[in-house]
T-cell receptor, first 113, second 115 residues
Framework: AQSVTQLGSHVSVSEGALVLLRCNYS??????LFWYVQYPNQGLQLLLK??????LVKGINGFEAEFKKSETSFHLTKPSAHMSDAAEYFC???????????FGKGTTLSVSS | GAVVSQHPSWVICKSGTSVKIECRSL??????MFWYRQFPKQSLMLMAT?????????EQGVEKDKFLINHASLTLSTLTVTSAHPEDSSFYIC???????????FGQGTRLTVV
């Protein structure tokens, strides 16, 4: 069965610092992986997705993630944090049918000036 | 882009009443829509998968008689919380896919408060 583990429920960085949000997955089939961002009381916005093409995926707002099959990881990074990056981030994997998404528990990113 | 609109964005209702939440795909047809529930500071839990023209598939532990889902057209799915109780208060989010193994597009969510 598919599952996602996000290490660290809360990450705090200074403005301009590197952002690293961790995600490990478990999948019985080649995975389709996603990172979403959620601002308070809003829906989810797709940051980027991995669909078996390039292992380094670039997304919106300067974020990128690298798919590492050997480590079953799909960590999200951004070289320089902005205050506007403060939000909740969710890693997700498609279920076996390739339809519903299975989400990790989320990581709250705080950015201080 | 692909836009999913959810309405209302927030609703307050009295215990025992029913509330309907709509999820529309505005610029694409979605044969499958999904309903999630999110508790404060927690992740999204899939409640059910809604298929156009057929019965919804509910996840284990979700009461199908309490959370009625209708997917009458390729652009509209509705979730009705029947006989709402305070413990049903939550953030409900819908999503829709254009096709398998692609990203899901999410609605803005509905904050339901039952008093």
């Amino acid at each position: 069965a598919q599952s996602v583990t996000q290490l660290g429920s809360h990450v705090s960085v200074s403005e301009g610092a590197l952002v690293l949000l961790r995600c490990n997955y478990s999948s019985s089939v080649p995975p389709y992986l996603f990172w979403y961002v959620q601002y308070p009381n809003q829906g989810l916005q797709l940051l980027l997705k991995y669909t078996s093409a390039a292992t380094l995926v670039k997304g919106i707002n300067g974020f990128e993630a690298e798919f590492k099959k050997s480590e079953t990881s799909f960590h999200l990074t951004k070289p320089s944090a902005h205050m506007s990056d403060a939000a909740e981030y969710f890693c997700a994997v498609s279920d076996q049918a390739g339809t519903a998404l299975i989400f990790g528990k989320g990581t709250t990113l705080s950015v201080s000036s | 882009g692909a836009v999913v609109s959810q309405h209302p964005s927030w609703v307050i209702c009295k215990s025992g009443t029913s509330v309907k939440i709509e999820c529309r795909s505005l610029d694409f047809q979605a044969t499958t829509m999904f309903w999630y529930r999110q508790f404060p500071k927690q992740s999204l839990m899939l409640m059910a998968t809604s298929n156009e023209g057929s019965k919804a598939t509910y996840e284990q532990g979700v009461e199908k008689d309490k959370f009625l889902i209708n997917h009458a057209s390729l652009t509209l799915s509705t979730l009705t919380v029947t006989s709402a109780h305070p413990e049903d208060s939550s953030f409900y989010i819908c999503s829709a896919q254009k096709q398998k193994n692609t990203e899901a597009f999410f609605g803005q969510g509905t904050r339901l408060t039952v008093v």
